[in-house]
């Protein structure tokens, strides 16, 4: 199939670590890739944020990233980008109108499905919709601190029931989905997924090494709860926390996020024992995972989570927020451990049993690095999303133009 991928704000090209460059980056950029080594061609469209991007990037064989004028050729945060939907539409009908026609689309957040389906309405194919994140979760845990624009959880319930199928990350998002009037019977879940040869198991390390170093991976937000592992900290003595995320390492000092954790590190009396590492390259991710005793990832909320998946197929054991996509891809107390969002008291009495147990560690580790082979390979991941392209090749029904 020729497949089209509309990811608005998140290039598969971006460095990571930053506020809107994270997951959804990797899950484009890694599904593209196996598709197109299932013997696909994708073409992924983006916003241009910069003057001097070329209009046709490869990324590999069978996938080239294609970059839309669509609003100031800048970086502009992804809650700023809905007036340049139609800007975005009309390069869609310009590009799919000839050769470059499309099979299948598939939108990738709410602002891509919308762009999506208001070129759909003109050329003539289905689409494919995956939220990553959708409104009304991020309205609930947020409350006044939601930046997103007027009308997202009206707009997204609007996408959920005209485009020809919502792929869903997990099965909490399903239930999301309903409460918002998308028919369940619309929806598929498949899960993201981990390229599981360079997220491996590292060689064992030196006994007295083990036992000591946490790592929390992800953007620089709030919502992330490093702070919440800051407060367990210290409460668990001996152990130092490594962060990795948010700009790099030098620009670290002017981010207001990294500042605040800082600052409440010191609070704590835990400063000494927390390194703030700054963005780090998406494929040296795994070899500071092997690094680690146990991976942390304590969001309040988490509409998937890659970061528990990479720790899985690293071997390394991770304690995480019984949230989203978590309570799909940790199994508790098979291959990692759960606890409550937004509670260091739990936290840190599940890492105080875990880090002083290091057969466990070994145990629940091994448990999930299987599971990540089993389950969650892109190329797993890519067979299960082209059988949802393929049962709409062909019967488009995507008929209605977005506001």
Not at 94 to 113: E, I, K, Q, T, Y
Not at 314 to 341: E, H, K, N, W, Y
Request: charged fraction near 20%; aromatic fraction near 4%.
């Amino acid at each position: 199939m020729r497949i089209a991928m509309v990811s608005e704000h998140a290039s598969p090209l971006a460095v990571l670590g930053g506020v809107d460059a994270g997951g959804q980056n990797v899950h484009v950029a890694a599904l593209a890739r196996a598709l197109a080594e299932a013997g696909h061609v994708v073409d992924v469209y983006t916003r241009r944020d910069d003057p001097d991007l070329p209009p046709d990037v490869p990324l590999c064989d069978g996938v080239r990233v294609r970059h839309l004028d669509a609003g100031p050729p800048t970086a502009v945060p992804k809650d700023d980008l809905l007036p340049y939907v139609p800007d975005m539409a009309h390069e869609l009908v310009r590009l799919w109108g000839g050769a470059d026609r499309p099979d299948v689309v598939h939108a990738h957040f709410w602002m891509s499905g919308l762009a999506a389906l208001q070129a759909a309405a003109v050329v003539r194919v289905p689409v494919v919709q995956t939220f990553h994140a959708l409104g009304s979760v991020k309205r609930r845990f947020q409350g006044v601190q939601d930046t997103s624009p007027p009308g997202r959880v009206e707009a997204e319930a609007m996408i959920g029931r005209n485009v020809d199928a919502v792929v869903a990350t997990c099965s909490d998002e399903v239930s999301e989905l309903a409460r918002l009037g998308v028919p369940v019977g619309h929806v598929q879940v498949v899960p993201c997924g981990v390229d599981t040869d360079l997220f491996s198991p590292g060689p064992p390390r030196r006994p007295a090494a083990r036992g000591r170093r946490l790592l929390t991976v992800g953007r620089l937000v709030e919502r992330k709860g490093v702070d919440t592992i800051l407060t367990a900290l210290a409460d668990v003595p001996g152990a130092e926390l490594w962060v990795a995320g948010g700009p790099p390492w030098s620009q670290l000092h002017s981010d207001p996020e990294a500042r605040r954790l800082v600052d409440l590190a010191t609070r704590l009396g835990v400063v000494d024992r927390v390194r703030l590492l700054g963005s780090i390259p998406h494929d040296e991710v795994a070899a500071l995972m092997r690094r680690a005793d146990v991976v942390v990832a304590t969001p309040w909320y988490e509409p998937f989570g890659i970061v528990p998946l990479e720790a899985a197929a690293c071997g390394v054991p991770l304690v995480g927020s019984a949230v989203g996509g978590l309570l799909d891809t940790v199994r508790d107390g098979r291959t990692g451990v759960l606890v409550p969002p937004r509670d260091p008291v739990a936290l840190a009495s599940a890492l105080r049993v875990l880090l002083g147990d290091a057969e466990a560690r070994e145990q629940l580790g091994r448990a999930a690095r299987r599971l990540a082979c089993a389950r969650y390979t892109w190329e797993h991941v890519a067979a299960s999303t082209a059988e949802v392209y393929a049962s709409l090749v062909g019967g488009a029904r995507s008929e209605v133009v977005a506001g």
